[in-house]
């Protein structure tokens, strides 16, 4: 792979599509920080896969330039998905780069302001439903069956294709070997399974010659994985009126869970719910500690590593990844509520003084 850019298309030979119908906005190939402070703080050795600087600010990208290659080999005119927000927000402007009609269903009034902005603004046609995510899914998907548009949610494998990527750059970025562990935040539970794949891909191929236990953070309002997982199951019990802060995880009824499930299991890795409170307790602290902004649900792995480390379920000096899937300023309302308002004062010299050097 060397000498090749550094996108997800590096790994093209695993990425099974056509490789001339190619629909890119040059994704993939996210920093990868080491985060001293932090780790050292919790007693772990810790790396952060920051999935924000992706062109739309999410790891839905990587999925997405898989997804819409396939619907341009397959000829498609119209792509569309139910979405808590990021997912509308790329495949917008991935179909605008293709050049496909994009139709979106979003729950109402549950959406970041900044994935909204996103998926209006590439011109998708946005329809707020009146209700939450997996009603909205099961519309979309219904008007998939009857073959009205081609479905980009993560139930659409090739979607998975793209975002095993993010497996395939940890165990690069450190050099040919698994970290002990990775954690990240669950919702429709597509990217865990498919990073899952991706590190069993490289496995089986012998670059690595070992796995990382697979752990899957929800939110305490949002967690029918967790509870599956609690009780040794392999099904869940989608729940009703999911609820969390962190809108993009605010999902009752993953389609991927028996995917995910096995992911966790097979990797003897684990799954636990934070509560919104850690949530943003977690995203300041990275925000604060270590300078990378996230948005709530991204948080949620650095909030579960904290509470696992606290309960002593990850040991100390394991190597962990967390993935960060979203930028902060996906969210701005909510980090603007964390936050004390700016003082208000003249440009005046004394003032200034006065204000900023008696603390
Ligand atoms: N983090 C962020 C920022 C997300 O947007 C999502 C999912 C997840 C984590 C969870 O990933 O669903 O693969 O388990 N967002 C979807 C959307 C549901 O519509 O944007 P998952």
Known sequence: FDGRKDTLWKYKEFIP???????????G???FC??????????VNLYVKVEGSNPTGSFKDRGMTVGMTKAMELGVSTVGCASTGNTSASLAAYAARAGLRCIVFLPSGKVALGKLAQAMF???EVISINGNFDEALEAMTALALEKHLYLLNSINPFRLEGQKTIGYEILHSLGWQSPDRIILPVGNAGNISAIWKGVSEFYDAGFVDSKP?????????ACPITNAFKKHSKEIVPVENPETIATA???????SYT???NAIYDSNGYSETVSDEEILSAQKLLARKEGIGVEPASAASIAGLKKLVEMGEIDKGETVTCVVTGHLLK??????????????????????KKLLLNK
């Open 17 to 27: 599509v056509d490789e001339s119908k190619i629909v890119t906005l040059e994704e």
């Open 29 to 31: 190939g996210t920093p």
């Open 34 to 43: 080491k985060c001293d402070k932090l780790g050292e703080e919790l007693g």
């Open 122 to 124: 590439h011109g998708a």
């Open 213 to 221: 236990m697979m752990t899957g953070i929800q939110a305490e309002g």
């Open 249 to 255: 995880i605010r999902i009752g009824a993953p389609v």
């Open 259 to 261: 995917k995910a499930l």
């Open 331 to 352: 969210d701005p309302n909510t980090a603007i509520d964390a936050c004390t308002k700016p003082v208000e004062v003249d440009a005046n010299l004394d003032d200034l």
